[in-house]
């Protein structure tokens, strides 16, 4: 069984360099902004099988912390990329 | 469980690395990479439910927000920079947001 968690978290390892390629060459911003969005979520699998190899519980308040901080970063990111601001006080588009 | 979620996350870095723009890029970010990592922790869940018998509540919430704002933040991406004007693939057979979107100006005039 600790070899199939192994062997997933080198498959995982590898979608992880395959989207850091993404992130460096990105042609545009918002294929950047995707790339960091994914990195986020794999980075979630990677901490959530850590913990399953190691076989602690503490891990797992992680998670919760890096999901919800990758979701607010995309969301800042994609209204950067929107209007050119993050905090506007005009309302209406 | 943990094996479909370390197959849909290795088809969404695939699918980043290959597809041709934004925003097919975006698709398959938002979908397959919210059905792997909620695979992942779903099996990590039962492991340590049912193995080491901890009943760990934070995972719930985790996946059931994983679940509500990956696809949301998919969106938010795809119309920011459909706004912003990047280019459509080269392979694109219709648009259907540009007559929206004029739409939208021409009410706005």
């Known amino acids: ?93 | 469980m943990i094996s479909t979620g370390v197959i849909f996350s290795a088809v969404t870095a695939l699918g980043l690395v290959r597809l041709p723009d934004v925003y097919t890029r975006t698709h398959a970010a938002s979908k397959s990479s919210t059905l792997g990592v909620m695979g992942i922790l779903a099996g990590t869940f039962i492991h340590f439910w049912l193995i080491e018998d901890h009943f760990n509540p934070q995972l719930i919430i985790a996946i059931a927000f994983l679940f509500i704002t990956s696809p949301v933040a998919g969106h938010l991406i795809g119309r920011a920079s459909y706004m912003s004007g990047i280019p459509l693939a080269k392979e694109t057979v219709r648009d259907d947001m540009k007559a929206a979107v004029e739409k939208k100006l021409d009410e706005k005039k």
């Open chain 1, 1 to 93: 069984m600790m070899m199939f968690y192994w062997i997933s978290l080198l498959i995982i390892s590898f979608a992880f360099a395959g989207l850091l390629y993404r992130l460096v060459k990105g042609p545009t911003v918002a294929d950047r902004v995707v790339a960091l969005d994914a990195l986020g979520v794999a980075l979630v699998s990677i901490v959530a099988l850590l913990s399953l190899i190691i076989g602690t519980e503490f891990f797992l308040e992680i998670i919760l912390l890096l999901s919800i901080l990758s979701f607010i970063g995309t969301t800042a990111f994609a209204k950067f990329i929107e209007r050119g601001v993050i905090f506007d006080r005009n309302n209406n588009r």
